[in-house]
């Protein structure tokens, strides 16, 4: 990555004046700088940012001045205004140009408000930290644009900040259980569900060290000479996040809210008697006034049962001076939609804006859809035909659309998707080196996804899987399982375990084992311990919250001989050659923190998230953990 001063000798004063535009480090050197050299080539067509096509081929500039009329390059493009603009270059060259000004005019006015910056002289030695602006559009839960709410964001290049320009960078974020569970009581109870927003949340926080950025691009200072001082946690600053939630953790202790010490971003309000009893009463079935609150940077959900309350709670914000922006009744949070039937009481997550969006990058909507997400390994599948897996690709380079690919499937299996934790897991061990059987594999996902765009995770405390069972998740238990050698070249197995809470699916996961179990028995204990890690947090997390757990908590389990061998102190000649590390479950079910129960393999629908299974199976899986098509 090159400096823009470092370069500027090379040029003379009017491509200066260019790269001052662009502005600071330029993270789109290829696409912009070799511009200013007077030659634009792109080594790979990925490299184009999505919201940019040409009209005309590349080609070589090396005899093409730059003019009054703009780049000669970008002059050949036509622009996706469905898509933000990708940098700053590319946005003062759109057709809808004015509108990013007007958003990049609003944010500045607020980072003044603020006292962001300070335009002083560059200290002696003293390095800098690049600045860029990032776009985004708003979007209606229905997936359309907001007119009017383009977002333009200054943010800090951090990666150029040095040791001394930075202290902690770590800052919390909820736990998908910690998310779940306030879906879930909502449902149950049929508690009010809000959504706030904090306005650029980081600069409410100052920063402690002292840091020096560059001049803003498209507005300079009268004097090119200076620099500007940060005196708040811009984005991007790598303790930013830190700043902001140190700052706001204060702000909710002072009013009365408690953080969860399971999930430092997990809030929990509790009031015996009124807050403020001339704006908030007390409900009138005698119960406390009560509030959750999860938080992801600056989004947060509000789950409480008093209107009165979370708008006394939006107050004290204000007063505290965060300006927090009440975004109303849920119908959308961190990208999914939220649906509710406060009659029955059930609630619905989806993530179909995000599925369609990818089905449309791939080209792939619509599509011939298939029944499950894979059939069989990536290792067989049948080779694909020539220009069948490049033709839809977004990205050129083989590894680079299919690391895209997988992540994607990685995100949607760790939110509202866990029906693909499996197919996530197993493409995932091939990123580093896809072939295109590998690809194939991963586009028959799509396929999947397709006939499934309108699924959604259902949050029904009424949800029944078998009389042998309900009467465990209708308190709190928790599915494991595993798949014994199931990968062909390793020889490792897989776990996974399936938790609910309230009849409610709260937390997943998927993974290969670490060592290799020489028996299905041994594979099948080792699933045991990775799921009690995970249950004895979660068991925790409920009993900070004040809800009643079930002491011992069921641990639902199809493999007897496992069962015996967890639940013996002794230590049979099969079992003392595993590690002590994975004995701890042991002393849980002896001492009563954990209980096993035994329960038919047809039912344990942990078996989901270890193996790829036949449609029937797979299927009825997906409907006891909640997965159905849309209301």
């Known amino acids: 990555m090159a400096m823009v001063e470092e370069i500027e000798d090379d040029y003379d004063a009017e491509h200066r004046a260019r790269a001052e535009l662009v502005g600071g480090y330029c993270v789109e050197f290829k696409a912009y700088m070799d511009v200013l050299g007077h030659k634009r080539i792109f080594d790979e067509p990925g490299e184009v940012p999505a919201s940019v096509s040409f009209v005309g081929s590349y080609r070589d500039l090396e005899d093409l001045l730059f003019e009054d009329d703009g780049d000669p390059v970008l002059a050949m493009a036509t622009y996706d205004l469905s898509k933000p603009p990708s940098s700053f270059a590319e946005a003062m060259r759109r057709p809808d140009k004015e509108v990013w000004v007007s958003a990049m005019q609003r944010e500045l006015a607020k980072l003044k408000e603020r006292g962001t910056f300070e335009a002083v002289e560059r200290p002696a030695g003293q390095s800098l930290v690049g600045v860029r602006w990032v776009y985004d559009y708003k979007y209606n839960p229905d997936g359309s644009i907001i007119v009017g709410m383009e977002k333009a964001r200054l943010v800090a290049q951090g990666f150029s900040q040095r040791p001394e320009e930075y202290g902690q960078t770590h800052a919390p974020v909820t736990t998908k259980e910690s998310l779940n569970t306030t879906y879930t009581i909502t449902a149950a109870y049929d508690h009010e569900l809000f959504v706030f927003d904090i306005k650029q949340a980081f600069t409410h926080s100052r920063v402690r060290e002292k840091i020096y950025c560059r001049q803003v691009p498209g507005f300079p200072e009268e004097n090119p000479k200076l620099v500007l001082r940060l005196r708040v946690a811009l984005y991007g600053l790598k303790q930013a996040a830190f700043e902001w939630y140190c700052l706001f953790l204060k702000v909710l202790l002072s009013i009365g809210m408690r953080r969860s010490e399971l999930d430092h971003a997990f809030f929990i309000g509790v009031w015996r008697d009124s807050p403020d009893p001339e704006t908030v009463s007390m409900p009138s079935d005698g119960s406390p006034l009560r509030l959750l609150v999860p938080i992801h940077v600056d989004d947060g959900l509000a789950s409480t049962n008093s209107a009165e309350l979370y708008l006394w709670f939006i107050r004290r914000l204000k007063e505290s001076g965060i300006e927090v922006v009440d975004l109303g009744v849920a119908s959308m949070y961190l990208a999914a939609r939220i649906h509710r039937d406060r009659g029955n009481r059930r609630l619905w997550i989806s993530q179909s804006p995000f599925i369609t969006n990818l089905l449309e990058e791939w080209k792939m909507f619509p599509c011939n859809s298939v029944k499950v997400p894979l059939e069989t390994m990536p290792a067989d599948m049948p080779e694909s035909k020539p220009g069948v897996l490049t033709d839809h ?33 197993v493409l995932g061990h091939h990123a580093a080196n896809p072939q295109p059987k590998h690809m194939s594999a991963a586009k028959h996902v799509l396929r999947y996804l397709y006939g499934t765009r309108n699924y959604v995770l259902m949050f029904d405390p009424k949800n029944k899987i078998d009389d042998s069972v309900d009467s465990h998740i209708r308190a709190a238990a ?8 199931s990968d062909a070249t390793t020889r490792l197995s897989v776990s996974g375990y399936a938790i609910y809470f309230m009849g409610c699916l709260v937390g997943w996961s998927s993974k290969r084992q670490r060592v290799i179990a020489l028996s299905s028995t041994e594979a099948e204990y080792y699933a045991i311990v990775h799921a009690a890690k995970r249950v004895l947090w979660y068991r925790l997390l409920l009993m900070i919250c004040g809800i009643p757990v079930p002491s011992p908590f069921p641990m639902l389990i199809d493999n007897k001989s496992a069962i015996s061998q967890a639940s013996s102190p002794a230590i049979s000649s099969r079992s003392k050659h595993i590690h002590i590390k994975y004995l701890f479950t042991k002393n849980h079910f002896i001492d009563g923190t954990l209980a096993p129960h035994w329960v038919p393999s047809s039912l344990n629908v942990a078996d989901l998230f270890t193996k790829l299974l036949p449609f029937t199976l797979f299927k009825k899986h997906c409907i006891s953990l909640g997965i159905v098509p849309s209301p």
């Open 393 to 425: 690709m977004p990205f050129q380079d083989l590894t680079k659309a299919y690391q895209s690919l997988t992540g994607s499937y990685q995100y949607l299996a760790s939110t509202y998707r866990p029906e693909l934790s499996v197919t996530a897991m």
């Open 478 to 485: 928790a599915f494991m399982d595993t798949d014994w050698a």
